[in-house]
């Protein structure tokens, strides 16, 4: 299950040096590490990530809609309530490791609310930021953290050229 502290740990464990997590918002300003912006595909819950809570979605079982099957067996259901992690929490447990924090909303503000949300948790000063989503988005944070790193779909598209070159 993508987004999971098992999943952060077994992607460190096979030797990533950054791991990618996705960021979504709550109803009570909290950030998720979740893929989607709803809930409907991964979960027993519907509905979008910032129309609940952080204290409701942990009651949500994140292994409830997977199947290599077609639907023919749910091999997780029941394995996964209470594994949605916070940011912080995702922070605090690996806090040497670096994270690809994507931006998937496009929301410019989505920097500010980073920001101030690892401020809030006291973790921005030992945070190293590394970010990827719409320039805008990106270009916001860069400017709020001057040793935050990042790009966009223009600045990936060269570093994969750059890395084709090399072979």
Not at 113 to 125: D, I, M
Not at 132 to 147: F, I, M, P, Q
Request: hydrophobic residues 40%; glycine residues 8%; charged residues 25%.
């Amino acid at each position: 299950m993508e987004n999971t502290q098992a999943s952060i740990s077994k992607a460190l464990e096979l030797g990533a040096d950054v791991v990618e997590i996705d960021i979504r918002k709550t109803a009570d300003n909290q950030l998720i590490v979740f893929h989607d912006n709803t809930f409907d595909c991964r979960t027993n819950a519907k509905g979008a990530t910032e129309d609940f809570t952080l204290a409701q979605i942990k009651t949500f079982d994140v292994g409830y809609g997977y199947t290599a099957d077609n639907g023919q067996t749910y091999p997780f259901r029941g394995k996964g309530i209470g594994l949605i992690l916070s940011l912080a929490e995702v922070l605090q447990s690996f806090p040497d490791t670096q994270f690809l924090i994507n931006f998937k909303d496009g929301r410019v503000k989505a920097a500010d609310e980073l920001v101030e949300y690892l401020q809030q948790h006291q973790l921005l000063a030992r945070t190293k930021l590394l970010v990827y989503g719409n320039r805008k988005t990106v270009e916001r944070l860069k400017y709020l953290v001057a040793n935050a790193k990042g790009g966009d779909k223009t600045t990936a598209k060269a570093c994969f050229k750059a890395y084709m070159k090399w072979g």
